[in-house]
T-cell receptor, first 112, second 110 residues
Framework: DQQVKQNSPSLSVQEGRISILNCDYT??????FLWYKKYPAEGPTFLIS?????DKNEDGRFTVFLNKSAKHLSLHIVPSQPGDSAVYFC???????????FGSGTKLNVKP | NAGVTQTPKFRVLKTGQSMTLLCAQDMNHEYMYWYRQDPGMGLRLIHYSVGEGTTAKGEVPDGYNVSRLKKQNFLLGLESAAPSQTSVYFC?????????FGPGTRLTVT
């Protein structure tokens, strides 16, 4: 059974607007959450992370929000740019970083 | 500083053949991982290593073996390839949780 789920396979947003990508998890033992960006024919690249002791982490245009009671995290991209068009994966791990569980990805298309 | 490299980039195998995928990292990371990615699915962990000489099973280890004889290298072996192992394989290394991925190996088993 999937422990990390991204229920939206795709999202289309106008350039300059906000993109919100969502992720749900089932394992309450997860302590660390990450977002990765992936272009075709390349490996995923790290974007931003958050630990379970926080509910928000910002890095430039990217902000991740964590709602532990709902077992939900989201990635906000503001403002969205055409270069942000890619597949975004969320991932989760327990504190020891031994195993990471990935969602199925959301393909973001930012239209000029 | 090459980061994480994977060899080969593409490979076609016949059912029953064997092969080894090589992953190398030059960041002195302790943790290394092998994943597979199938269409419509996220990355699934095959095996991982928390240090030289150690390996452990991930979510989908059946049909694969691994070795970590040197800290910088993590090898993934398929002893008898099956069509179900057709996939894109990614290697990653990690220190403190953030993973750095290689470019992937596209494997087709016919």
């Amino acid at each position: 059974d999937q422990q990390v789920k991204q229920n939206s396979p795709s999202l289309s947003v106008q350039e300059g607007r906000i993109s919100i990508l969502n992720c749900d998890y089932t394992n309450s033992m997860f302590d660390y959450f990450l977002w990765y960006k992936k272009y075709p024919a390349e490996g995923p690249t790290f974007l931003i992370s958050i630990s379970s002791i926080k509910d928000k982490n910002e890095d430039g245009r990217f902000t991740v929000f964590l709602n532990k009671s709902a077992k939900h995290l989201s990635l906000h991209i503001v403002p969205s740019q055409p270069g942000d068009s890619a597949v975004y994966f969320c991932a989760a791990s327990e504190y020891n970083f031994n195993k990471f569980y990935f969602g199925s990805g959301t393909k973001l298309n930012v239209k000029p | 500083n090459a980061g994480v490299t994977q060899t080969p980039k593409f490979r076609v195998l016949k059912t029953g053949q064997s092969m080894t995928l090589l992953c190398a990292q030059d960041m002195n990371h302790e943790y290394m991982y092998w994943y597979r990615q199938d269409p419509g699915m996220g990355l699934r962990l095959i095996h991982y290593s928390v240090g030289e000489g150690t390996t452990a099973k991930g979510e989908v280890p059946d049909g694969y073996n691994v070795s970590r004889l040197k800290k910088q290298n993590f090898l993934l072996g398929l002893e008898s390839a099956a069509p179900s192992q057709t996939s894109v394989y990614f290697c990653a290394s990690s220190q403190n949780g953030e993973q750095y991925f290689g470019p992937g190996t596209r494997l087709t088993v016919t």
